[in-house]
């Protein structure tokens, strides 16, 4: 399985971006498709993860109201819509697959992108 993201860039703190992520390959419809974020000097975290099947979400807390993750099943494609943004979402975004359920836990991945930079700007 292959993922590619995109959709970074730059954006005031307020603004909108949306990330794309393609997976290729084989693709696993029980499990799920998902983003992680890192920010400079911290840890890889999650921000939020949906099914393949039944498209149930599951958000962090901190961007829980502001992020949307959607899918198109046809395109194997996850999506990112990150509204209000803000200064401290300012991290390389990372996409990320599991084989059968979801995780919220970088060890509980299967397989990662590349990731993608957002820089919000104060």
């Known amino acids: 399985v292959q993922l590619q993201a995109s959709g970074g860039g730059l954006v005031q703190a307020g603004g909108s971006l949306r990330l794309s992520c393609a997976a290729s390959?084989?693709?696993?419809?029980?499990?799920?498709m998902g983003w992680f974020r890192q920010a400079p000097g911290k840890e890889r975290e999650f921000v939020a993860v949906?099914?393949?099947?039944?498209?149930?979400?599951f958000y962090a807390d901190s961007v829980k109201g502001r992020f949307t993750i959607s899918r198109d099943n046809a395109k194997n494609t996850v999506y990112l819509q990150m509204n209000s943004l803000k200064p401290e979402d300012t991290a390389v975004y990372y996409c990320?697959?599991?084989?059968?359920?979801?995780?919220?836990?970088?060890?509980?991945?299967?397989?990662w992108g590349k990731g993608t930079l957002v820089t919000v700007s104060s």
């Open positions: 949906i099914t393949w099947s039944g498209g149930s979400t």
């Open positions: 390959g084989r693709t696993f419809s029980n499990g799920a």
């Open positions: 990320a697959a599991t084989r059968y359920g979801y995780t919220r836990s970088i060890n509980g991945v299967n397989y």
